[in-house]
């Protein structure tokens, strides 16, 4: 199985520039996607295929990197991005998410 | 507007089978792939099967000997059937749409809560 690592949270305040990364054990070339749950409800695509902004999506999120390194990006953090961000990849079956980063905002 | 709506017990007792369901609409499931996934409480996401566009079926290994997956076209529904239920299996259920150009999942449904215990 593909194994998504994250770093398990950050905090960081409004304003801010934060990046969430996420390391896959073997290369999943761009087929990485993100993912924003807030408590309580499902989790809502924010970026596909490692650096597309989905529609609707505030363009204050970014993601890039290919292979086996990927990171999001939130420039700048606003209070409602609390959240856990999870990280998918879609290369190969079983499909896989990283376990989640918790980003607390100050 | 596209929309997914996961059903079923909340509860099931140890060694009994769940039954879900997800209803979707505004799209067919001919033509996208729906995805079922769980969440254990305050845990990440555990992928475990989805429902091809074409009808067919792919399992994650984890749950292939106690899991099926099948669809009923005309009342745009895809099921979900998991037998010898432990209380390892408490968690929120989730359906999902694939979207075939990416391979992300654009909508999901609000998930479903089960408990197994006795």
């Known amino acids: 199985d593909t194994v998504l690592t994250q770093s398990p949270a950050l905090a960081v305040s409004p304003g801010e520039r934060v990046t969430i990364s996420c390391r896959a054990s073997?290369?999943?070339?761009?087929?990485m996607h993100w993912y924003q749950q807030k408590p309580g409800q499902q989790p809502t695509l924010l970026i596909y295929?490692?650096?597309n902004l989905e529609s609707g999506v505030p363009a204050r999120f970014s993601g890039s990197g290919s292979g086996t390194d990927f990171t999001l990006t939130i420039d700048p953090v606003e209070a409602d991005d609390t959240a856990t961000y999870y990280c998918?990849?879609?290369?190969?079956?079983?499909?896989?998410f990283g376990s989640g980063t918790k980003l607390e905002i100050k | 507007q596209v929309q997914l709506k996961e059903s079923g017990p909340g509860l099931v007792q140890p060694s009994q089978t769940l039954s879900l369901t997800c209803t979707v609409s505004?799209?067919?499931?001919?033509?996208?792939?729906v995805h079922w996934v769980r969440q254990h409480s305050g845990k990440s996401l555990e992928w475990m099967g989805r429902?091809?566009?074409?009808?067919?079926?792919s399992y994650n290994s984890a749950f292939t000997s106690r899991l099926s997956i099948s669809r009923d076209t005309s009342k745009s529904q895809v099921f979900l059937k998991m037998n010898s239920l432990q209380t390892e299996d408490t968690g929120t259920y989730y359906c999902?749409?694939?979207?075939?150009?990416?391979?992300?999942?654009?909508?999901w449904g609000q998930g479903v809560m089960v408990t197994v215990s006795s």
């Open positions: 999902a749409r694939n979207q075939p150009r990416t391979g992300s999942w654009d909508y």
């Open positions: 505004g799209f067919s499931l001919t033509s996208y792939s």
């Open positions: 429902m091809w566009s074409d009808g067919d079926t």
């Open positions: 073997e290369s999943v070339s761009t087929l």
């Open positions: 295929l490692a650096s």
């Open positions: 998918q990849q879609s290369w190969n079956d079983p499909l896989t």
